[in-house]
């Protein structure tokens, strides 16, 4: 039976390997349950047992498990195979954050970055090779779109590295904020988010997981639909013109509609959306701005993340100084808005916001 006949959502090229056996990594438990039943004539049972193996005790050889008859473990071993990502390097910071390059079966490449805080550990995590939106500010979108990554690709980054860390000292926070778009991958990333908060994988609250968008409105409406997890949106511009000339997408999705598509985000208790806002010195770091912004965010329970931009020598932009960012900060505090600044984690290993590019990545030219 393939994929096909399952009616399984997930398409990926990458579903089945060169021998034909399916990535089980890249289904949801109730797929791998309709595949057992229904791909293999198996008892329904048998795949959450698998899934726990799988996703509980990190094994990744059918021979290991040692409560599925021998006859069963053969049948996997020809039908389908477990996905595990190559590590290639890891890259210690002085400030504990590391970066992981992770090899594709295709020969791509990954990254992912670990930030260890005092009161959380927060993995970023990758979500497609390269990325289309192209905004002009940042390396990833320099390398267009090479392909999404597939669920197995996306949770494993996050399983591989908890694997690695000590009982204590897990990952407790995911942000979709390394490579790529996520919401232009929603299909994969819908499962991958499934697997991510179901008791019986990986088992993070919804409340602990945020997805950062450039602001595709229509995939907003239905990650709201499908999966409570927190919204970020990339705003980083206080007009629609300067917004259209630092990020493409703006054309196809107006400011005034992604903040709108925000408002309407459903929130849980406590909740607040995150608008990210990098800063570029004489671009969008005026006091005017920063009212235009305060302007635009009212009646939205939100909370604003100031990024200061981190440079890179193929651009002209550069980061506004310390001042200026403690004074726009300043204004939304004294207003009462929630507002941050991200500290530059990781940068002598190239691991801050927007350094992950072509370099690491596979990709030629
Ligand atoms: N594609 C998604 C998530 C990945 S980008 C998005 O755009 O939201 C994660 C964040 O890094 C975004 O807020 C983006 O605006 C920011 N970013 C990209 N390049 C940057 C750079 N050079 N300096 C600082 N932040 C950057
Ligand atoms: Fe893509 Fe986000 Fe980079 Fe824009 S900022 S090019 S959406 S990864």
């Known amino acids: 039976m393939t994929q096909d006949d399952l009616g399984l959502k997930n398409r990926h090229k990458l579903m089945y390997d060169a021998e034909g056996r399916l990535d089980l990594k890249s289904l949801t438990r109730e797929e791998l349950e309709r595949w057992f039943v229904e791909g293999l004539g198996e008892k329904r049972f048998r795949a959450l047992q698998v899934y726990k193996w799988i996703w509980q005790r990190g094994i990744s050889d059918f021979a290991e498990m040692t409560n599925v008859s021998k006859d069963l473990r053969a ?136 997805v950062s968008t450039s602001g595709l409105v229509p995939q907003i409406g239905k990650l709201a639909e499908r999966t409570p997890v927190n919204l970020a949106i990339s705003l980083n511009a206080s007009t629609e013109a300067q917004r259209r000339e630092i990020m493409p997408i703006t054309e196809r999705y107006s400011m005034a509609s992604v903040i709108e598509a925000a408002r309407n985000y459903p929130l849980g208790s406590g909740k607040r959306i995150t608008f990210e806002y990098v800063m570029f010195k004489d671009f969008n770091d005026s006091l005017e701005d920063a009212a235009r912004l305060y302007r635009l ?31 726009f900060q300043n204004y939304f505090v004294s207003r009462g808005l929630n507002c941050s600044v991200r500290s530059t984690r990781g940068d002598d290993i190239s691991a801050a916001c927007g350094q992950l590019g072509r370099e690491a990545s596979g990709v030629g030219g």
């Not at 931009?309 to 193929?314: F, I, K, L, V």
Request: with cysteine.
């Open 75 to 210: 049948l996997l071993a020809e039908r389908a195979y477990l996905c595990t990502l190559s590590e290639r390097l890891v890259q210690r910071s002085s400030d504990g954050t590391a970066k992981y390059l992770w090899g594709l079966e295709d020969g791509y490449a990954v990254e992912s970055v670990l930030i260890p805080e005092e009161d959380r550990i927060t993995l970023c995590v990758s979500s497609q090779v390269g990325c289309a939106m192209g905004c002009r500010f940042c390396l990833t979108g320099d390398m267009g779109l090479v392909r999404h990554l597939k669920p197995s690709e996306i949770v494993n980054q996050v399983a591989q590295i908890n694997a690695e860390l000590p009982e204590d000292r897990r990952i407790t926070n995911l942000v979709f904020m390394g490579m790529g778009e996520p919401l232009h991958n929603l299909e994969h990333l819908d499962t991958s988010l499934q697997i991510l908060l179901d008791d019986d994988a990986l088992n993070f609250s919804h409340r602990k997981i945020t």
């Open 297 to 327: 965010l009212r009646g939205i329970k939100a909370k604003v993340n100031l990024i200061p931009y981190n440079e890179n020598p193929s651009r002209d932009y550069r980061k506004p100084d310390a001042q200026t960012v403690k004074a």
